[in-house]
């Protein structure tokens, strides 16, 4: 699968952004979709991720993102978007999207995804 990620940019502290990634191929029938980040001088961490329609499409998120993003899919565009609020500037990063086959308890884990977008910027200014 190839994944495209694009909405990132500079925002304010407070603001909001909505970052997209679109997939090739039936992504939301085989992958379970995930956003990951890396700032800098950081290591890559997990952001949110959605399970495949045949999983439930379950969404998990990470606790420092909890009540500020949300992770959604639209099956028809077969994108898969992440919403921003209340952004910090804790929050600026290069934003990832990837796809993975594994088990659902693997999803937090950058390893266990095959497919990876190019990353899109977001900065959040204080």
């Known amino acids: 699968v190839q994944l495209q990620a694009s909405g990132g940019g500079l925002v304010q502290a407070g603001g909001s952004l909505r970052l997209s990634c679109a997939a090739s191929g039936r992504t939301f029938n085989n992958y379970h979709m995930g956003w990951f980040r890396q700032g800098p001088g950081k290591e890559r961490e997990f952001v949110a991720a959605i399970s495949r329609s045949a999983s439930g499409g379950k969404t998990f998120y990470a606790d420092s993102v909890k009540g500020r993003f949300a992770i959604s899919g639209d099956k028809a565009e077969n994108t898969v978007y992440l919403e921003m609020n209340s952004l910090r500037p804790e929050d600026t990063a290069v934003y990832y999207c990837?796809?993975?086959?594994?088990?659902?308890?693997?999803?937090?884990?950058?390893?266990?995804?095959?497919?990876w977008g190019q990353g899109t910027q977001v900065t959040v200014s204080s």
């Open positions: 990837a796809a993975s086959t594994t088990v659902l308890s693997g999803l937090r884990v950058p390893d266990y995804y095959h497919s």
